[in-house]
């Protein structure tokens, strides 16, 4: 350590007598700016003959006028000095031979390994080489240079990095320094590529006034300094002032940057590019300070250093705090140090900016003497705000990151800096927040108890302006909130939440011990902020007005959420749910993230008392009325966007904070049974006054903006409001609001805007006389907006019942359906209550009864018992059908949550009558089973209902209409050819019947979807045998009953094993499969077993009706022909018998039953008799076996005739 404070020490004080190359003259060498150079005195001058002579005597490539006319100057300049005769000499020397002479020099050293044998280019030195110098001529000392230089060079180059100083005559002799320097600027110049640049400039470093000669060469040859610079420090050591090499390369980069300043801050810029010469860029930016003008600003030091730690290159940052660590270890920290002059530059910078100062260390800043109790409770400047915010931050990198640790000094300044008190302006603000977070991160600064006094002075007075600061400065996140939540953190000893708020207020990630904030939690929770204080102070916070995301900071929403989680203002009996209510109330977009957890803790804190033994310590929820003013203006309807008074975010905010707290409720049911708490939960007539749909469609388009809102409400529907997410309706908004709709929106005119509710009223009680008005309204208004329509719904419900009327064109339907659709996807609740009270069925001398939402959601029956012209009214039964389908769901969410809230009432008089362990969950049990038994039938008497809609009525079976004739005409229709005949049949397959039966079936089929035990259910209680070709062909979910059919049969009900048989039938040709031929098969079976043990009126009962579904088992799987065959032979055969004793008119078909059992080859002759396809041969028997006997003949008569017709 010695020997470098020694080498350091010549390095700062050998090139101090001689003069450099000043700014002005290096700039004139730029630029060639001859004036400048001519003003230039001799001694200046003097040091740039080399290339001034060079430019005079060489032939220029710019042959302009001008140039010619600088030259002369530049000549006429020269012909003064008396040393330009020596340099002229130089430059007539033979230098390729030169050349030559030194590169067969090189090869000889390399051959040597480097030794100090014969030189070619210097033989036989008589004297030392000073003297010989003075005494060669021009020629010789070009060689003894050279030859010099190119030693020095091949040393550095074998050398491997590490630092040299070697002695040498020829550059340390002051008297021949200039004539040394002219010989070297001159070879470099004429031999570039033996001399390069960036190697010569390498090789100066390692001999005495290197720095010097360096200068002098690139002052010559300005264009190189860029190209110098960087190969300097592209060279250079990652640590420079841990070595001498380190140090010299660092002057000489810091004497070639203030002969050039313009480009010191480029240079500094590869310094930090390399992450080479830490020293270097501290020392230029220094040297860049002391020239600034600006007292007030931030100065460039402090960007600088502030840029490397701060900044996100992590390897610049490591790169930097190991320059601090290491020069801390150093015991040498005199003002030769870069760090002490840094760190003695940014106190001299602290303490100008303090209102008051302390110490009188530093005698250049503070030469007078000050008390040392004085006063530092002075104002800081406002001009001074931002650099002292700057400086703070910077210091808390530089020991955070950089682990400086400061010394006494600096650690009182910067306390002193700490609690000052700014002016009440943003960044003033920021400057408190930035003090208050050093002081929890650096709690060591405070070390006496006078200092810790002081700060506790400071913080109360943080606590009395805070109010103060945030309405003049006018920013809403101020620090006041920072205080309250660090409180808050202290007493619920999160102190990992105290480091992460510390890290994020200071914008830096730095390691905090949480056993070094004991003393400052000590200080909060004893003596600033008990947690009554806390709690009282938090409600008398303002709320953050138009609170949203772009505000960022610490507000009082922090602070209200960690007291809540914490139980404090149910603990302190202070009520905080006004001031939640009133935050809600002002929310923006986009939303800020806090909001959510803020309401959702809350409504923890109105249901969970904070203890058991205190079940009352809980919040107060928000009231009714205080929900209902958020909606004023939407729940109107009329003028939607003009009315609304609160933002759509508050609004959706309160829809979150209603569906989530009856969510919550109904989950803690058991918990709050058990302590006897019932808290209040929000009535259904609140609930229908709210347009839920509206909202979640107006969140659906500001998904961004709403974060995970939009998501949350859609879950809290889809669990307490199924029937607002029913597919077909998103499907349905998805056409209102895409591009179609919007292209439709450009073709409204002002007509359509025009009309209003009262017009459309008028125009439907003209509809028996005339319907053009009211057609031409109705199509106005699809041009409208779902919102925009709102107003229109009343009318359009009302009036529904008229077009049920003959003579109402489908048109005028149609656009009433389409319209009704687009309002479903904004009030579907409130329309179709509307909706079912307008189609109740009107019977004279009865007053109709107005039915409510609780009503239909208790009974969704309801919907079914509207007028019967409905159900011939394809239009107006789609909608039937879709209030249908979702009073289905909401009634099972209703009954849901009714037990769930009435789970725990007959609990204890259940539990005492039973007086058994293990038999409490009984009752729940059973209520669960009742209301699945409920919904069960509630949904399969819907089935049953619409089944029922689908036959044909009196009048209609007049005319000849069925289902099964329906079914066949659309298998006839598709292979007709006869014109007349498909013209017919296809009046028929447009009836309204048909339509209603589509719409039925679309409807039955999502139901035995989404609950297959529907299904199961409503064909183990059956229907009406006629519908079944319907069902099978019109509901695609059908096959399921494949499953239980095998169960159906096994009934011992003979009508369920019959109606199963013919269902199996329909299916077994609608769905060949594997599935239904081994079914089908034990069918058949089972057939033949009750033919052996059913009795004679039994076996007429069920052969009769199921005979005929035999040939369907044939059409769809010909390897059951053998066994169906058979059992209809051992049918034949058993019929016979019991009528063998009372007659013999039996006995002809047998012989022909049994001719084609022993006979196949007959089957031609019989099926070729008229008779038998006329199936008219010996029918006037009444006996049941006889009848039976003629239609087993009749089966296996169409089962060959479908055998025959198939080949």
Known sequence: MKVLGAGSTVIMTECTSLQFVSPFAFEAMQKVDVVRLASLSDPELRLLLPCLVRMALCAPADQSQSWAQDKKLILRLLSGVEAVNSIVALLSVDFHALEQDASKEQQLRHKLGGGTGESILVSQLQHGLTLEFEHSDSPRRLRLVLSELLAIMNKVSESSGEFFLKSSELFESPVYLEEAADVLCILQAELPSLLPIVDVAEALLHVRNGAWFLCLLVANVPDSFNEVCRGLIKNGERQDEESLG????????????????????????????????????????????????????????????????????????????????????????????????????????????????????????????????????????????????????????LMGIAGLKPTEEEAEQLLQLMTSRPPATPAG?????????????????????????????????????????????????SFGEMLLLVAMYFHSNQLSAIIDLVCSTLGMKIVIKPSSLSRMKTIFTQEIFTEQVVTAHAVRVPVTSNLSANITGFLPIHCIYQLLRSRSFTKHKV??????????????????????????????????????????????????????????????????????????????????????????????????????????????????????????????????????????????????????????DWICEEEITGTHALLRRMLLTNNAKNHSPEQLQEAFSAVPVSHTQVMQILEHLTLLSASELIPYAEVLTSNMNQLLNSGVPRRILQTVNKLWMVLNTVMPRRLWVMTVNALQPSIKFVRQQKYTQNDLMIDPLIVLRCDQRVHRCPPLMDITLHMLNGYLLASKAYLSSHLKETAE???????????????????????????????????????????????????????????????????????????????????????????????????????????????????????????????????????????????????????????????????????????????????????????????????????????????????????????????????????????????????????????????????????????????????????????????????????????????
């Open 246 to 397: 380190g140090r010299r390369r660092t002057d000489a980069l810091r004497f070639l940057c203030k002969m050039n300043p313009s480009q010191a801050l480029k240079v500094r810029g590869m310094v930090v590019e390399e992450c080479h010469l830490p020293g270097l860029g501290v020392a230029l930016t220094l040297d860049h300070t002391k020239n600034e003008v600006s007292e007030d600003g931030v100065s460039d030091l402090v960007c600088f250093v502030s840029g490397l730690l701060l900044g996100t290159n992590a390897k610049v940052r490591t790169w930097f705090g190991t320059f601090i660590r290491n020069g801390q270890q150093r015991k040498r920290e005199t003002s030769s140090s870069v760090l002490w002059q840094m760190r003695r530059q940014l106190l001299l910078e602290l303490m100008g900016i303090l209102p008051t100062v302390r110490s009188t260390r530093i005698v250049e800043e503070a030469d007078v003497e000050m008390e040392p109790n004085v006063s530092v409770y002075s104002g800081l400047k406002e001009e001074h705000v931002v650099k002292a915010s700057a400086l703070l931050r910077l210091y808390c990198a």
């Open 429 to 477: 603000v920021r400057f408190v927040s930035l003090s208050f977070c050093m002081l929890l991160a650096f709690s060591t600064l405070v070390s006496t108890p006078e200092q810790e006094q002081l700060m506790v002075v400071w913080l109360s007075w943080m606590i009395k302006e805070e109010a103060y600061f945030e309405s003049t400065s006018g920013v809403s996140a």
């Open 575 to 728: 009520s905080i749910k006004d001031w939640i209510y009133r935050q809600l109330c002002e929310t923006s977009i986009p939303l800020h993230p806090q909001l959510l957890p803020l309401i959702d803790v809350y409504i923890n804190s109105v249901l969970t008392p904070a203890s058991k033994s205190n079940p009352e310590a809980t919040n107060q929820p928000v009231t009714e009325q205080e929900i209902l003013n958020i909606f004023q203006g939407v729940i109107g309807g009329d003028n939607i966007r003009l009315n609304q008074r609160f933002s759509i975010t508050a609004q959706l905010l309160v829809l979150y904070y209603i569906l989530s707290y009856e969510e919550a409720l109904l989950a803690n049911t058991k918990t709050l049974a058990a302590m006897q708490r019932k808290p209040k939960s929000y009535s259904s007539s609140l609930m229908d006054q709210i347009p839920i749909k509206f909202l979640i469609r107006q969140a659906q388009g500001l998904q961004q903006e709403l974060g995970g809102l939009h998501s949350a409400l859609l879950r809290l529907l889809a669990t307490n409001y199924p029937h607002l997410c029913i597919v077909d």
């Open 905 to 1207: 009432q007959d609990r204890p008089s259940q539990n005492n009558t039973l007086g058994l362990v293990g038999q409490t969950d009984g009752p729940e049990v059973t209520r669960e089973e009742l209301k699945n038994a409920l919904l069960a039938a509630q949904d399969s008497a819907a089935v049953q209902i619409l089944l029922e809609i689908c036959l044909p009525t009196e009048e209609e079976k007049t005319k000849g209409v069925s289902p099964d004739t329906l079914l066949r005409n659309v298998q006839n229709v598709i292979t007709t050819t006869t014109p007349n005949k498909g013209t017919e049949e296809e009046d028929n397959l447009l009836c309204n019947l048909r339509e209603v039966q589509c719409l039925i079936c679309c409807l039955l089929h999502q139901m035995y979807i989404a609950d297959p035990n529907i299904a199961k259910l409503v064909h183990f209680q059956g229907y009406p045998c006629e519908l079944l070709p319907l069902t099978v062909a019109g509901i695609p979910s059908m096959h399921i009953c494949l499953d239980f059919i095998p169960e159906l049969i096994a009934q011992p009900e003979l009508e369920k094993q019959i109606f199963a048989i013919q269902l199996l039938s329909h299916l077994c040709i609608q769905y060949a499969l594997p599935k239904s031929l081994s079914v089908a098969r034990l069918a058949v079976n089972v057939m033949g077993t009750l033919l052996t043990v059913l009795t004679q009126a039994k076996r007429y009962a069920f052969f009769m009706p199921t005979l005929p579904s035999l040939v369907s088992f044939c059409r769809a799987f010909p390897p059951l022909y053998e066994d169906i065959m058979s059992l209809l032979i051992q049918v034949g055969q058993v019929c016979a018998s019991d009528v063998a004793t009372q007659t013999r008119d039996i006995d002809p078909i047998i012989t022909r039953l049994q001719q084609i059992k022993e006979k196949p080859s007959g089957l031609s002759g019989i099926c070729k008799d008229p008779s038998f396809k006329n199936g008219s041969r010996d029918t006037r028997s009444m006996d049941p076996d006889v009848q039976l006997c003629h239609c087993i003949e009749s089966t296996i008569i169409e089962i060959i005739n479908m055998s025959v017709s198939g080949i």
